[in-house]
T-cell receptor, first 113, second 115 residues
Framework: GDSVTQMEGPVTLSEEAFLTINCTYT??????LFWYVQYPGEGLQLLLK?????DKGSNKGFEATYRKETTSFHLEKGSVQVSDSAVYFC????????????FGTGTSLTVIP | DGGITQSPKYLFRKEGQNVTLSCEQN?????MYWYRQDPGQGLRLIYY???????QKGDIAEGYSVSREKKESFPLTVTSAQKNPTAFYLC??????????????FGPGTRLTVL
């Protein structure tokens, strides 16, 4: 079945460091891929998405490229800030599997000044 | 403003009591979902509904019930049969049912604590 595997945390970085959070997926169809961010005590917010192979999603300095050949959608940011501290979830949606969304387990990021 | 509202934000209940969590959306979305999140863990799907008057069990439906009498509302009842109900509950919606290029929009969550 469809699933998402993402890098386990927690991740701790210094401000202005480079961030990578790995995400790989398994899907029978051609899914859309997403990164969501969750701040403490809040719901999830969509950070970026990509709907087909080789698409690059980007938002707020974060980027992720849909790589069909490696079934990956790694999240990157060139210079993290303290305000980026949150939990990040990778997710997929394949419309031909009952309209369910599949989430990774989340990666906690802490950025220290 | 368009969005998803969940109420209350914090909820306390005594063991053995049923409790209902509210979820309302004014986005005109077809599909709605309930997830449970435990500390340090990902999201687990409880129930979802793709259309009014229809819903399907997710991975952890035991001890929960839902209804979808109106497009904008998808309340979740946590029954006394749920053995470990203390958790953070998230409601979500998506625009279309069974179509590609969908995305989910989340409410702010309800934190349920059983005393």
């Amino acid at each position: 079945g469809d699933s998402v595997t993402q890098m386990e945390g927690p991740v701790t970085l210094s401000e202005e460091a480079f961030l990578t959070i790995n995400c790989t997926y398994t899907a029978t169809g051609y899914p859309s891929l997403f990164w969501y961010v969750q701040y403490p005590g809040e719901g999830l917010q969509l950070l970026l998405k990509a709907t087909k192979a080789d698409d690059k999603g980007s938002n707020k300095g974060f980027e992720a490229t849909y790589r069909k050949e490696t079934t990956s959608f790694h999240l990157e940011k060139g210079s993290v800030q303290v305000s980026d501290s949150a939990v990040y979830f990778c997710a997929l949606h394949a419309g031909d599997t009952g309209n369910q969304f599949y989430f990774g387990t989340g990666t906690s990021l802490t950025v220290i000044p | 403003d368009g969005g998803i509202t969940q109420s209350p934000k914090y909820l306390f209940r005594k063991e053995g009591q049923n409790v209902t969590l509210s979820c309302e959306q004014n986005l005109n979305h077809d599909a709605m979902y309930w997830y449970r999140q435990d500390p340090g863990q990902g999201l687990r799907l409880i129930y979802y509904s793709q259309i009014v008057n229809d819903f399907q069990k997710g991975d952890i439906a035991e001890g929960y019930s839902v209804s979808r009498e109106k497009k904008e509302s998808f309340p979740l009842t946590v029954t006394s049969a749920q053995k470990n109900p203390t958790a953070f509950y998230l409601c979500a919606s998506s625009p279309h049912s069974g179509r590609m290029n969908n995305e989910q929009f989340f409410g702010p969550g309800t934190r349920l604590t059983v005393l």
